[in-house]
């Protein structure tokens, strides 16, 4: 709390692989009075790290924001790399933009994982940890610093899936598939710990002409460039769910969505662990009822994960019309 008891903006580092829907978590968080965006970092996972970084440089700056972003991982931990899904977020990312304003901005000298360390010790409690690309940063950074989990105030997680089935196979999240292994580490390093996966993600649809919307009503770059990526989005969206109409899923701004409004969420804790390798491999598992058995990684001192397993799914999407239709803008940055 501030000295007149005003609650404090949650301080948050976003740690992401931008992606379409990464962009539209970005803009949220942007636009949220309650969200101060301290640092940006990024990984491979959508598209190349490099890419990742190049988008969100643009996208903050085209937003008319000066943010540090801070480059991370190129590949999985352990994992073999694959490629990126250009297929479903465009080969840049931004649903293939067919031109970009010179929007200027550089990224840090330190890594990512410097550079979440760095700012956790120079804000110890302070700092929420929103990820929601593949877990190699956060994995590299407790490597760094082992006490990483008593240094920052939380970590929120899009990633992985309880009981709805996965998208990149029948039982795995793509963020936790890109790299099981940070995924892992991640789920037992014991720091306070949400997962906002599909089984809430999955439930809350964006039409596109939502985002259409939005671009007429700002007649502003940024909700231009959302509005033209997203299109994109819902084009692959529409391909496999045709049910959905023109429309997308949210995923990543639904850990933003939580971090503001946990109201909307019920949520179960447990032991939540990651499938390494094999047919099941990104699965993300969760013990929900008491093992009878000494089963060797389900020890019951384990950390627990707060699981997102059900959402209002009406209240999110009118919460974030609200936020991403509100006077946010300012002017790009050269
Ligand atoms: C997650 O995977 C990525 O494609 C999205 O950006 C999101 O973070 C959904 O499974
Ligand atoms: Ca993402």
Redesign the pocket.
């Known amino acids: 709390m501030t000295t007149n008891s005003i609650p404090a903006k949650h301080k948050v580092i976003f740690d992401t692989?931008p992606?379409v829907?990464?962009a539209m978590a970005l803009y949220f968080a942007l636009a949220h009075p309650d969200i101060d965006v301290i640092g940006i970092t990024t990984t491979f996972?959508?598209v190349t790290v490099e890419q990742a970084t190049a988008n969100a440089l643009y996208l903050t700056r085209i937003a008319g924001r000066s943010i540090p972003v801070a480059q991370g991982v190129p590949v999985p931990l352990a994992k073999d790399p694959g490629t990126p899904p250009a297929f479903?977020h465009g080969a840049d990312g931004l649903g293939n933009l067919t031109s970009r304003v010179e929007a200027g901005g550089v990224a840090e000298v330190e890594s990512a994982a410097e550079f979440i360390v760095k700012m956790a010790r120079q804000h110890p409690g302070e700092i929420t940890l929103v990820a929601?690309?593949p877990f190699g940063n956060l994995g590299l950074a407790l490597k760094l610093e082992p006490q990483l989990p008593k240094l920052l105030k939380q970590v929120v997680l899009?990633a992985g899936t309880v009981d709805e089935p996965g998208?990149v196979s029948p039982v795995a999240?793509?963020?936790v598939w890109n790299d099981p292994d940070a995924a892992d580490l991640v789920f037992t390093a014991g720091w306070d710990l949400t997962m906002v996966g599909l089984d809430v993600t999955h439930r809350v649809v964006l039409p596109s002409t939502f985002f259409t919307g939005l671009a007429k009503k700002h007649q502003h770059i940024a909700t231009d460039t959302l509005s033209h990526a997203v299109n994109f989005y819902a084009n692959f969206y529409q391909s496999i769910r045709p049910d959905l109409g023109h429309a997308c899923y949210g995923?990543?701004v639904l850990a933003f969505v939580w971090l503001v409004a946990p109201e909307l969420f019920k949520t179960q804790s447990g032991r939540v662990r990651v499938a390494k390798e094999g047919i099941a491999n990104g699965q993300t598992m969760m013990a929900k009822l008491a093992i009878p058995y000494p089963q060797s990684g389900w020890e019951a001192d384990k950390p627990e994960t707060r699981v997102c397993m059900e959402v209002d799914a009406k209240a999110c999407a009118s919460l974030i019309d609200t936020i991403l239709s509100s006077d946010w803008l300012l002017p790009a940055l050269r």
């Open positions: 692989d992606g829907d990464d996972g959508n479903i929601v690309g899009m998208n999240e793509a963020n995923h990543d």
